[in-house]
């Protein structure tokens, strides 16, 4: 791998972080929170002509300098490397996701996500999971719910793995059920070690990020989503929508989606865009 420096400030100003860059609980979820707000999740490399390596560096360059997003493998591969130079404690976990549209969890280092050791205290730290995603870190000692805004979501252990669930806006409760995002071990891993995988979803069928084109943004008040030609704006519930999730959807022309990357996501692309929203093949294998 390239060996650079980080230019620490630039990054920062990237995420429109402005507080002490320190190793405190509280830069912890500032930067957290920054980093979903300024860096969409999206795999538009994958469908414009592009290989997605897992090079820090070519990261760097490319979120950072090019004002681009990046899918798991991107956004936590960097964003952990920028929580180490901040002087936190860093683990990288190896994690399977539960998939929507097919039921199935995905293979092990389906997805990499950070773990913080912080004063004694471990923090689960993620800003590539997309539309289901926490926007600061959840404890990892305790069961309890974690209410964040208008989701609320529970760490489970169960037979040596760690269930990472959320409810439902209109599922909250006691009663309601819990959604399985993704399961994870805490054994320690290395960035490199998600390399197959990495192409794996860049190739596969049986991928969300090879199937559909998309582009994702968290937004004041709700969310932003481009997938192959729509464009799905969520505003979260609020005394404003009487507590109610609310979402539009609207259909896009293939000669629009250039404009709307760059005027709603900030995304200018080196090259064309081939919009795709397919099918998921669900895995030959159950995990």
């Given at each position: 791998?390239?060996?650079?420096?980080?230019?620490?400030?630039?990054?920062l100003?990237r995420?429109g972080?402005?507080?002490?860059?320190e190793a405190?609980l509280?830069?912890l979820?500032s930067?957290?929170?920054?980093?979903?707000?300024?860096?969409?999740f999206e795999?538009?490399?994958?469908?414009?002509g592009?290989?997605?390596e897992?090079?820090?560096p070519?990261l760097?360059?490319?979120?950072?300098n090019?004002?681009?997003?990046g899918?798991?493998?991107e956004n936590?591969?960097?964003?952990?490397?920028?929580?180490?130079?901040?002087?936190?404690q860093?683990t990288?976990?190896?994690?399977q996701v539960?998939?929507?549209?097919?039921?199935r969890y995905?293979?092990p280092?389906d997805?990499?996500?950070?773990?913080?050791n912080?004063?004694g205290?471990?923090?689960?730290?993620d800003?590539?999971?997309?539309a289901?995603?926490?926007?600061?870190?959840l404890?990892?000692?305790t069961?309890?719910?974690?209410?964040?805004?208008?989701?609320?979501?529970?760490?489970r252990?169960?037979t040596?793995?760690?269930f990472?669930?959320?409810?439902?806006?209109?599922?909250?409760?006691?009663?309601g059920?819990?959604?399985?995002?993704?399961?994870f071990?805490?054994?320690?891993r290395c960035?490199e070690?998600?390399a197959?995988m990495c192409q794996?979803?860049q190739s596969?069928?049986?991928?969300l990020?090879?199937?559909k084109?998309f582009?994702m943004?968290?937004k004041?008040?709700?969310?932003?989503?481009?997938?192959?030609?729509?464009?799905t704006?969520?505003?979260?519930?609020?005394e404003?929508t009487?507590?109610v999730?609310q979402?539009?959807t609207?259909?896009l022309k293939d000669?629009?989606?250039p404009?709307?990357l760059?005027?709603?996501?900030g995304?200018?692309?080196?090259?064309?865009?081939?919009?795709?929203?397919?099918?998921?093949?669900p895995?030959?294998?159950?995990?």
């Amino acid at each position: 791998m390239t060996q650079v420096e980080m230019d620490l400030e630039k990054y920062l100003s990237r995420i429109g972080f402005a507080g002490p860059a320190e190793a405190s609980l509280d830069a912890l979820r500032s930067v957290h929170i920054c980093h979903l707000r300024s860096v969409p999740f999206e795999n538009l490399t994958v469908h414009s002509g592009g290989r997605v390596e897992l090079d820090l560096p070519l990261l760097y360059d490319k979120i950072v300098n090019h004002r681009r997003g990046g899918f798991c493998f991107e956004n936590n591969g960097l964003f952990s490397w920028l929580l180490e130079k901040l002087g936190f404690q860093v683990t990288l976990l190896s994690g399977q996701v539960k998939t929507k549209l097919t039921g199935r969890y995905g293979p092990p280092f389906d997805h990499v996500i950070i773990l913080v050791n912080l004063d004694g205290q471990r923090w689960l730290c993620d800003v590539g999971v997309g539309a289901v995603g926490f926007s600061t870190p959840l404890s990892l000692e305790t069961s309890a719910p974690q209410e964040q805004g208008h989701r609320v979501y529970r760490i489970r252990e169960d037979t040596g793995m760690v269930f990472l669930e959320w409810q439902r806006e209109e599922n909250r409760g006691p009663d309601g059920d819990w959604i399985e995002i993704y399961k994870f071990t805490l054994e320690p891993r290395c960035l490199e070690d998600f390399a197959e995988m990495c192409q794996y979803h860049q190739s596969s069928p049986s991928s969300l990020l090879f199937c559909k084109s998309f582009c994702m943004a968290l937004k004041p008040g709700g969310r932003l989503t481009y997938i192959g030609r729509r464009l799905t704006s969520v505003t979260f519930p609020s005394e404003e929508t009487g507590g109610v999730l609310q979402s539009t959807t609207r259909e896009l022309k293939d000669e629009e989606i250039p404009g709307i990357l760059a005027e709603q996501f900030g995304i200018v692309l080196n090259a064309p865009l081939i919009p795709k929203d397919e099918a998921i093949t669900p895995p030959p294998v159950m995990y």
